[in-house]
């Protein structure tokens, strides 16, 4: 991967520098000056196991620089001292000669508001909600620095990480000991595998690579930190007890989420997160044997077709509500710099277009399929995420004058997508007897065929596959577009976070098992199905040579979906579903050396281009099993209904003589189920 995103401290005028000398030792300790302290954040008594095998580091902190006039309602990007202003930070770590020394440089930034005409921008605004001004080159999310004043008097926060012994005191049923069972030898080298994936930054776990195949010669972007693919990781640490390195990974990201992001002269939006990162060590210059660790990510501009990675945020805000759930510690969620992480990434995606649907607009390969496949337009993957995301927000944002209007813009947009996904893109067998039997060309405001969909898009497999019981949710809509393949990500996460009825999460759980041998065969799940064949594949993915038919993106078959497959299945009471996938998964996994994906209809070869010891499928095992043994967690990682959000409806249609809204049906008819 091209590393030309990181940059060197000794290209920076910062107009203050924060210098840390680290050594290594069992705590942190973070010596205070007399006014301004780095403060160890609450984590609610949830400790991390020593499990990984590493030691932290304590710095002595001195602060440089010269202090500028600040406006109050510029505290968001400030530090807590409303002198010190304007700040960006660029993270590195050093070393000489087996010792270490970090180096955090926070160079000026300018801030702003940004008067975009956008449904969000135009009312968050009011209150101080800014954008950083990009400057310099570089443009890294400031970190928070509190300040305490108690007089004279200094003190210390000390972080201690202990031995063993999780205790999660805000869970409830947790605390009571369980007897132990005898971990079966696949579930150990799973963990031995997980754990030596690990990646460190300064001395501290910040991730894990997408993949650790000793015999790989050419990795690729393979040993880079992926946020989707540190998703189940991160949940089995968690639910390990271990939730030091999800935070490290989460404030890490959060950092790197406002660098300068160019490709040809054109910066994307504030708020994009990385599709991935790499930790690098350069050396520095006019120093011998020194070297110092930077984090390299990659925005899609080193990615295969240069597409920004849309799911990026989602993901990483479906994993800050994971994380404070499991572990108790919603201090983290509270931070300023966090608040600020999450409202620039719904900033971007509520952003005001040219669409007329509450669904997002996205190109081919913006998510988990980052290759051309067809996806482009309203992929049931995104929205899914997309709603998901919107539902953590919801919980998570504090709501105060400078976030009530993006909280209305959230919880507007939640009505509209869940009744636009459950009313469009739900398909049955009565559905597909009613396209069949639609009329073209209607003009008129209470036209059937609303998206001008032709009977003859109606593919032959689906008219036999689709059971008389049960079905999903489509893959795509536009107009006069329907794209009927089974995608398994969207429709699980449709279940998971009830973006679908409750009466189509169950029948999507019919479907899967009605269609257990093309969707799960000898190994768990089809990414989608069916493949495109001949002429229909050349077309779409251009003779892509990875995803010919039943192989990769095009009907492979993916062990990490194992994960959400079984997250969905307990939250819909279907645990013996999960635990059928699970044993068919246990008996290949570790003889085939846990490969990324596997070829043909049925499953039964390992991938042609399979990655070997790919972490997430490891990953998406371990969680697999603990979520079984431990069905009680899954209730905090997955949503019920909100009934609330069936009240909300931002359309008066029925003053203008159209088609009544239908959400008190849509909300009559869950009541009933």
């Known amino acids: 991967m091209n590393s030309s995103g990181h940059i060197g401290i000794t290209t920076m005028k910062p107009y203050c520098r924060v210098l840390t000398s680290c050594r290594n030792s069992s705590i942190f300790k973070f010596p205070s000056s007399k006014s301004n ?78 008067k975009h005409s956008t449904s969000v921008e135009s009312h968050v605004n009011e209150k101080g909600f800014e954008s950083i001004y990009i400057n310099g080159g570089l443009n890294v999310k400031p970190l928070v620095i509190e300040r305490i004043e108690r007089g004279h008097l200094e003190e210390e926060s000390t972080l201690e990480f202990k031995e063993p012994e999780v205790n999660f005191d805000h869970s409830e049923g947790l605390n009571e000991r369980k007897v132990e069972r005898e971990v079966p030898e696949i579930e150990k080298e799973a963990w031995r595998l997980l754990r030596s994936a690990v990646v460190d930054y300064c001395g501290n776990p910040v991730g894990t690579v997408a993949a650790n195949d000793p015999g790989d010669k050419q990795p690729l972007n393979y040993d880079q930190v992926f946020i989707r693919d540190f998703v189940p990781s991160a949940l089995a640490f968690l639910l390990k007890g271990e939730g030091e390195i999800v935070k490290n990974f989460l404030l890490h990201t959060l950092q790197l989420q406002s660098w300068e992001k160019t490709v040809d002269c054109y910066s994307p939006g504030q708020g994009l997160m990385p599709a991935s990162f790499k930790v690098r060590t350069v050396p520095l210059d006019g120093s011998d044997g020194a070297f110092e660790e930077v984090l390299d990510p990659d925005f899609g501009e080193s990615a295969i077709g240069r597409v920004a990675p849309v799911d990026s945020g989602l993901w990483w805000i479906i994993l800050l509500r994971a994380y404070g759930k499991i572990t108790g510690d919603y201090a983290l969620q509270q931070r300023v710099d966090v608040q600020t992480g999450i409202r620039l990434i719904l900033n971007l995606c509520l952003a005001d277009g040219f669409d007329m649907f509450p669904t997002l607009l996205v190109t081919d390969g913006s998510c988990m399929i980052d290759r051309r496949m067809g996806i482009h337009g309203h992929p049931l993957e995104i929205q899914a995420l997309f709603y998901s995301a919107l539902r953590c927000s919801h919980e998570m944002l504090i709501v105060n004058d400078g976030t009530k209007n993006l909280v209305r813009a959230i919880n507007s947009r939640l009505s509209a997508l869940s009744f636009h996904i459950r009313e469009y893109y739900w398909v049955d067998i009565k559905k597909i007897n009613e396209i069949y039997r639609y009329k073209t060309e209607e003009y008129s405001t209470e036209a059937i065929n609303k998206f001008n969909i032709y009977p003859d898009q109606i593919p032959t497999w689906l008219v036999d596959w689709i059971p008389d019981e049960g079905g999903y949710l489509m893959g795509n809509l536009q107009p006069a577009h329907m794209d009927f393949r089974f995608f398994t990500l969207g429709n699980l996460w449709s279940i998971i976070s009830s973006l679908g009825t409750t009466k189509q999460n169950e029948g999507i759980l019919n479907l899967i098992e009605a269609k257990w041998d093309d969707l799960v065969a000898h190994m768990p799940l089809k990414i989608c199905y069916p493949a495109m064949e001949s002429e229909e594949w050349r077309i779409i993915t251009g003779s892509d040579p990875k995803n010919t038919p039943w192989s990769y993106h095009n009907g492979g078959s993916w062990p990490t979906l194992l994960w959400q497959f079984t997250l969905a299945c307990i939250k819909m009471g279907r645990p013996e579903l999960a635990r059928k996938a699970v044993a068919l998964a246990e008996e290949r996994l570790s003889v085939d050396h846990w490969p990324e994906y596997y070829d043909t209809r049925n499953g039964r070869f390992i991938g042609k281009q399979s990655r070997l010891y790919q972490t997430w499928t490891i990953a998406g095992f371990l969680t697999s099993k603990m979520l079984l043994e431990n069905p009680e967690m899954a209730s905090r990682l997955a949503w019920e209904e909100d009934y609330e959000l069936l009240e909300i409806c931002v359309c008066a249609l029925s003053k203008n003589g159209r088609k009544k809204c239908s959400r008190s049906a849509s909300r009559s008819q869950i009541v009933v189920q």
């Open 37 to 114: 302290h780095f403060i160890a954040d609450n984590s609610s008594k949830f400790q991390s196991q020593s499990a990984l095998g590493r030691r932290f580091q304590s710095c002595s902190v001195q602060i440089l620089g010269k202090k500028r006039g600040a406006h109050s309602n510029r505290r968001a990007f400030s530090l807590s001292d409303s002198s010190w202003s304007q700040i960006r930070v660029y993270r590195s770590c050093s070393g000489v000669r087996g010792g270490r020394r970090g180096v955090l440089v926070i160079s000026n930034v300018g801030s702003d508001f940004r």
